[in-house]
C-alpha cells in the first residue's frame, strides 16, 4: 500500500530536548515536504526537498533541520525544542514538486501526523 | 504577504444536499489549485486539482470551478454524504515554485 508513515505520532517532551520526527515513504517519490499546521492557520511549510541531499527551506524553517540522505526518508529535527513549537506536524511526498508544471499534476500525499507538545 | 483564505469556517448541510466551499487566493500567479479532505485524526487527502488553463474539472461527486477573474476558487460535492463531514482546505502553487500555500479550511457537518 502506498503511503507516508511518521513516528511517533503523539510525544509530549520538555523544552531543550533535542527530538527527531521520522517519515518514510514507499512510492519513490523525489519531492518530499513538512509542514505545521496550527489552529486558523493552515498548513505552514518548514522545509522541502526536491531529492536526495537536496533541501530547502519552507515558510516556517526557524528552530528545525532536515536531512534527506536517502530518497524514501526526511527526518524532522528539533535541536533544542521550545513551547512555540508545539503543533500537528505533517510530512507530505510527491513524484515531482508542486511547480513542475511540464509534468502531469502532482498532488502531495500526506502522513497521518505527529502531534508534539513541547512543555 | 499574500495568502489563500476562505469565505466560511463552518458549512452545515443536510445528508443529500450539494455542498459548496469557497476559497479565494490573492496571487495571480497561481496557476494549480487543490483541495483537501481532512478527517480528524488523519492527514490531508487529496480530493480534486486543476490548472489554471481550465475553467472546470469532475471528479466522483466532486466539481472545482476556477474563477481566474476575480480569483476564486470552490468545490461542489454532489448528494453529500455523512462520510464526506471533514474540514476542506484549497492549496495554491505559484507558477515554477516549489511549495504549496494552504487555506485555513471549512469544516463541513453533514447533518443526517
Given at each position: 500500500e502506498a503511503q507516508v508513515t511518521q513516528n511517533p505520532r503523539y510525544l509530549i517532551t520538555v523544552t531543550g530536548k533535542k527530538l527527531t520526527v521520522t517519515c518514510s515513504q514507499?512510492?519513490?517519490?523525489e519531492y518530499m515536504s513538512w509542514y505545521r499546521q496550527d489552529p486558523g492557520l493552515g498548513l505552514r511549510q518548514i522545509y522541502y526537498s526536491m531529492n536526495v541531499e537536496v533541501t530547502d527551506k519552507g515558510d516556517v524553517p526557524e528552530g528545525y533541520k532536515v536531512s534527506r540522505k536517502e530518497k524514501r526518508n526526511f527526518p524532522l529535527i528539533l535541536e533544542s525544542p521550545s513551547p512555540n513549537q508545539t503543533s500537528l506536524y505533517f510530512c507530505a511526498s510527491s513524484s515531482?514538486?508542486?511547480?513542475?508544471?511540464?509534468?502531469s499534476n502532482q498532488p502531495q500525499h500526506f502522513g497521518d501526523g505527529t502531534r508534539l507538545s513541547i512543555l | 504577504g499574500e495568502s489563500v483564505g476562505l469565505h466560511l469556517p463552518t458549512l452545515s448541510v443536510q445528508e443529500g444536499d450539494n455542498s459548496i466551499i469557497n476559497c479565494a487566493y490573492?496571487?495571480?500567479?497561481?496557476d494549480y489549485f487543490i483541495w483537501y479532505k481532512q478527517e480528524s485524526g488523519k492527514g490531508p487527502q487529496f480530493i480534486i486539482d486543476i490548472r489554471s488553463n481550465m475553467d472546470k474539472r469532475q471528479g466522483q461527486r466532486v466539481t472545482v470551478l476556477l474563477n481566474k477573474t476575480v480569483k476564486h476558487l470552490s468545490l461542489q460535492i454532489a448528494?453529500?454524504?455523512?462520510?464526506?463531514?471533514a474540514v476542506y482546505f484549497c492549496a495554491e502553487n505559484i507558477a515554477n515554485n516549489n511549495d504549496m500555500r494552504f487555506g485555513a479550511g471549512t469544516r463541513l457537518t453533514v447533518k443526517p
Open positions: 514507499n512510492m519513490n517519490h515531482r514538486p508542486p511547480g513542475a508544471t511540464l509534468y | 490573492s496571487n495571480s500567479a497561481s448528494a453529500t454524504q455523512p462520510g464526506d463531514s
